[in-house]
């Protein structure tokens, strides 16, 4: 399995920017976005199973980067949002401070090898300081887009 950030991002699944400008709101619309794509069967479920995952440990990550995750059976396939707050967000990160990017990646409870391995793409990407602030500064869901594809070619290049 070697899923590329294209086939599991859409630009309908990106809300740049987030309307909610709260932790627990922010997760709620991302899962919104992905209902919307028609990849979530039950929203709700998901909304669920993302929050308790969240008050288990926050999955702010540190340096602006929050990377939300859950399994649920009303997911179809591995996929994810991605969401950038008009102002950061405070998400009890690992390094206090509050995030600028927030990426939801959703799977079904049966794809645990699939989501281990997009959680570990999506974290190469964003290790990258200048895609992490590119994604930042993006005006709109499809440059953001664009700047994940091509930051994941690139690293499928190396």
Do not use: Y
Not at 20 to 36: K, M, N, P, T, Y
Not at 59 to 83: D, S
Not at 111 to 129: A, D, P
Request: aromatic fraction near 2%.
């Amino acid at each position: 399995m070697n899923l590329a950030i294209a086939d599991i991002l859409s630009p309908s699944a990106i809300r740049v920017p987030l309307v909610a400008s709260d932790r627990r709101g922010a997760l709620e619309e991302l899962v919104d976005a992905l209902a919307c794509t028609g990849a979530v069967t039950d929203p709700e479920l998901l909304k669920k199973s993302v929050w308790e995952r969240e008050q288990q440990r926050s999955t702010g990550i540190g340096e602006g980067l929050a990377i939300p995750h859950g399994k649920c059976a009303g997911v179809l396939r591995p996929v994810i949002a991605i969401g950038r707050p008009r102002a950061p967000i405070e998400f009890e990160s690992i390094d206090r401070r509050p995030v600028r990017l927030i990426v939801l990646l959703a799977s079904p409870p049966e794809k645990m090898t699939e989501h281990i391995q997009v959680l570990h793409r999506i974290s190469r990407i964003f290790s990258n300081i200048a895609t992490r602030e590119r994604a930042c500064l993006a005006q709109t869901p499809e440059a953001l887009f664009e700047e994940l594809q091509s930051a994941d070619l690139a690293l499928a290049d190396r």
